[in-house]
């Protein structure tokens, strides 16, 4: 049976979860709550950078990514600093939808599943 490694454990859950090769990130979500959508988006996508960077991968790696946004209006804002940040070449899979989420001044939640 292969191993699962998780980092970052919590009471509630685990940043990250590693089996065969995969790595599986948490929803990842914005800490300075004051930020506009561009800046919470900025927020979550460097905090994908250094938990991919923590276990050998990087955003060129992904195989998937959900985005959860809590206004679907803002869309646009989150899209430009997407674009920006993404590999080009290695745009993934993504499904982008509008979501009540946990703590409503939380603009974006972010899911990322990708290769080591």
Not at 84 to 101: D, E, K, N, S
Request: charged letters at 20%; hydrophobic letters at 45%.
């Amino acid at each position: 049976m292969a191993e699962i490694k998780r980092s970052h454990i919590g009471k509630r859950l685990s940043e990250v979860a590693v089996h065969q090769g995969t790595i599986y990130l948490a929803g990842q979500v914005p800490s300075d709550i004051t930020e506009d959508m561009a800046g919470q988006t900025r927020q979550v996508l460097a905090s994908i950078d250094a938990l991919l960077a923590e276990h050998g991968s990087d955003k060129s790696r992904i195989l998937s990514c959900q985005i959860f946004l809590a206004d679907m209006s803002q869309v646009s804002a989150m899209n430009e600093v997407w674009d920006a940040w993404v590999a080009p070449g290695h745009t993934p899979p993504r499904a982008t939808v509008g979501a009540v989420l946990a703590q409503p001044e939380k603009l974006i939640e972010v899911v990322i599943v990708a290769a080591s």
